[in-house]
C-alpha cells in the first residue's frame, strides 16, 4: 500500500517509515496543538479575573467555531477516499467553471512563480502524505478508476484539498476581522469616557440648584444641530444629512450627552449618577460574542457563492458591494435615528423647562427592532471576511495571474472597498450602533452585573418556595401572590427591560460598581 506523492512518485506506508521520521511530526502537531489549546486557556483566565464576562464568552464562541472546523477537516479527510472515487459522466464537468477549459489549457502551460511554489499546498499536502505514509489515492490513481468506467471523478483529491484550505482561511480571517473591528472601536468609544466623567462633575455641581430656565425648544442646541424643519423636503434633508455625517464626527459630545440623559430618564431616573459609558461599553462586549461567530445562513450563504462564481459573471466582484451598500445604510439609519428624536421633541414641544430629553422608543428602527441592526453588522462584516479571505486564499494557492483571480479592474476595486469597510465599521459604525441603539424602547440585562443578577434570581426563587409553602394557611397564600408578583415583576425586568421609576436595584448597582 502506497501514497500518492508529487509527479505520481510511490512512497512507504507507516509501516515502512523510519519511527524517528512519525516521532518528529507527531511531536511538532501536537505541541503546537497545545501552544494554540494553552493560550486561548490562559486568556480565558486572565478574562475571568477581569470580570468580562462577555469576551469570555466571545472567547468560547471561538473555540466553538475552532472545534467546528476540526470537525470539518477530520470529516473531508475520512471521506475522501470515498468522494474521490465519486465517477460522472465528463460532459457534467464542462458546465458552471470558475475558469473556462480554454484559460485551463492555458494555465497548465504556465510555469509557477516561485512564491506560488514555496505556498504550494500540493506540495505541502505531498510531504505531509509521504511522511506520513497516508494511503490516499493520488490523482492517476484516481482517474484510473473513474477511467475504467468512462467516467471522470465528482472532486479530485487536489481539489478537495484547496476546498478544505478555504474554509479554514475564511474562518480565521472573519475572526481576525471581528476581533479588529471590536478593538478598534473599543478605543474610539473608550475616548468618550472624559465625556461621561465631565458629565458627573457637572451634575454633582449642579444637583443642588437644578435648572428651571424655560427655554424655547428651537434654542436648544440638540434641536439646532438636527433640526431639518417640517415637510417632505425636510425628511430629504435628513436622509442626506445623515448619510454623510456617518464619514465625519460621527458622534459628537452633543450627541452623546442628550442620548445618555434621554435613557437615564427612562430607565433609571431615581439614579443620577448612572455610569452609562460603563454600560454601553458592557452591551458592546455583550454583542460581539454573536457577531464573533459564523452562524448557518452564513454558511448557506457561503455555497450559494460557490455555486454562482461562474466564469464571465464576475460575482466575486459584484458581491463586494453587498455589505458596502449595506454598512452605508446601516450607517444612515443609526445618524437618523438621532435626527428622528431631535425632530419628536420639536414637534411635541414649543418651549421646555430645565434640560431637553429625548424619548427612545423602537419606533424608530426598523421593523421596530433595534436587534436588526446587530445582524446586518454581522452580515457586513462576514461578507467582508469572505471577499478578503477568497482574495488571498487564491493568490496563494493558484497565483495573482491564474483565470479564478480574475482581470486586475476588478482585484483593485475589491481590495479598496474591503478596507473602506472594516476602517468605516471600526471607527464610526461600531461607535454609532453601541449609542444609538441604546434608544430603544428597552434596555439590556448587562445594565445589572453577575453579582445583581444573581441576587435578584436567588431573591425570586426564595420568594417563590416561600410562598408555595403551606397552600392551607392564609399567610401563606399572600406569601405566594407575593412570591408570584416577584417572578413577574423579574421577568417583566430581565425580558423587556423596564424597571419602575421607583426601583433602586440599578442605582445600588452602579455606585458599587
Same mark, same amino acid.
Not at 144 to 160: D, F, N, Q, T
Not at 200 to 225: G, L, Y
Not at 270 to 286: G, Q, T
Not at 389 to 416: E, H, K, N, Q
Given at each position: ?36 489549546? !494553552? ?158 466623567? +465631565? ?47 456617518? =464619514? ?11 442620548? !445618555? ?103 424608530? =428602527?426598523?421593523?421596530?427592532?433595534? !436587534? ?27 497565483? =495573482? ?24 465599521? +471600526? ?51 399572600? +406569601? ?34
Amino acid at each position: 500500500m502506497s501514497g500518492g506523492g508529487e509527479g505520481g512518485e510511490e512512497g512507504p506506508d507507516l509501516q515502512f517509515t523510519p519511527t524517528w521520521v512519525v516521532a518528529l511530526v507527531c511531536t511538532v502537531i501536537v505541541a503546537v496543538s497545545f501552544a494554540v489549546e !494553552r493560550s486561548l486557556h490562559y486568556v480565558g483566565k486572565f478574562l475571568k479575573k477581569k470580570n468580562q464576562k462577555a469576551l469570555f464568552q466571545a472567547l468560547q464562541k471561538i473555540k466553538e467555531e475552532l472545534m467546528l472546523l476540526g470537525f470539518i477537516s477530520l470529516f473531508l479527510t475520512v471521506t475522501q477516499n470515498r468522494i474521490t472515487k465519486i465517477c460522472v459522466p465528463e460532459n457534467w464537468t464542462h458546465h458552471m467553471l470558475p475558469c473556462s477549459l480554454d484559460e485551463k489549457d492555458e494555465e497548465s502551460k504556465k510555469s509557477t512563480s516561485h512564491f506560488q511554489t514555496f505556498f504550494s499546498s500540493n506540495d505541502v499536502f505531498g510531504t505531509t502524505r509521504r511522511l506520513l505514509g497516508d494511503d490516499h489515492p493520488s490523482t492517476e490513481e484516481t482517474l484510473g478508476y473513474c477511467a475504467a468506467k468512462g467516467k471522470v471523478p465528482l472532486l479530485s483529491v487536489e481539489a478537495l484539498h484547496h476546498l478544505h484550505i478555504f474554509i479554514f482561511v475564511l474562518a480565521v480571517v472573519h475572526v481576525t476581522s471581528c476581533v479588529l473591528t471590536i478593538v478598534f472601536g473599543g478605543l474610539n468609544i473608550r475616548r468618550w469616557k472624559h465625556w461621561e466623567d +465631565s458629565i458627573t462633575d457637572e451634575n454633582h455641581e449642579t444637583q443642588h440648584a437644578p435648572d428651571r430656565t424655560v427655554t424655547h425648544v428651537h434654542q436648544h442646541a440638540f434641536i439646532k444641530d438636527h433640526f431639518t424643519g417640517f415637510g417632505k423636503d425636510s425628511a430629504i434633508m435628513g436622509w442626506v444629512r445623515s448619510f454623510f455625517k456617518q =464619514f465625519y464626527g460621527s458622534v459628537t459630545k452633543l450627541d452623546y450627552v442628550t442620548l !445618555r440623559l434621554g435613557f437615564i430618564m427612562t430607565h433609571c431616573k431615581a439614579n443620577p449618577k448612572f455610569n452609562f459609558h460603563k454600560y454601553m461599553n458592557r452591551a458592546l462586549e455583550d454583542d460581539f460574542k454573536k457577531v464573533v461567530g459564523i452562524s448557518w445562513y452564513l454558511w448557506v450563504y457561503v455555497v450559494l457563492f460557490l455555486l454562482l462564481n461562474i466564469n464571465g459573471w464576475h460575482t466575486y466582484f459584484w458581491i463586494a458591494f453587498i455589505p458596502l451598500i449595506l454598512l452605508l445604510a446601516v450607517g444612515t439609519k443609526l445618524e437618523h435615528v438621532i435626527i428622528q428624536l431631535a425632530h419628536e421633541v420639536a414637534e411635541k414641544h414649543t418651549a421646555i423647562q430645565g434640560e431637553l430629553v429625548v424619548q427612545p422608543s423602537d419606533d424608530h =428602527f426598523w421593523f421596530h427592532r433595534p !436587534r436588526i441592526v446587530l445582524f446586518l453588522i454581522h452580515l457586513i462584516l462576514f461578507q467582508n471576511s469572505f471577499e478578503i479571505a477568497f482574495f488571498f486564499w487564491i493568490l496563494v494557492t493558484y497565483g =495573482f495571474d491564474s483565470c479564478i483571480m480574475g482581470r486586475i479592474r476588478y482585484i483593485i476595486p475589491r481590495l479598496i472597498i474591503g478596507v473602506f469597510i472594516q476602517l468605516l465599521c +471600526s471607527y464610526s459604525t461600531l461607535p454609532l450602533y453601541a449609542l444609538v441603539t441604546q434608544m430603544g424602547t428597552h434596555f439590556k440585562s448587562v445594565i445589572f452585573d453577575e453579582q445583581v443578577q444573581a441576587r435578584l434570581v436567588g431573591w425570586a426563587q426564595k420568594a417563590k418556595k416561600k410562598g408555595l409553602r403551606g397552600d392551607n394557611n392564609q399567610s401563606n397564600q399572600e +406569601s405566594a401572590h407575593h412570591g408570584s408578583s416577584v417572578n413577574i415583576q423579574l421577568g417583566s425586568i430581565f425580558r423587556r427591560g423596564s424597571v419602575p421609576e421607583n426601583n433602586t436595584i440599578v442605582s445600588r448597582d452602579e455606585e458599587s460598581g
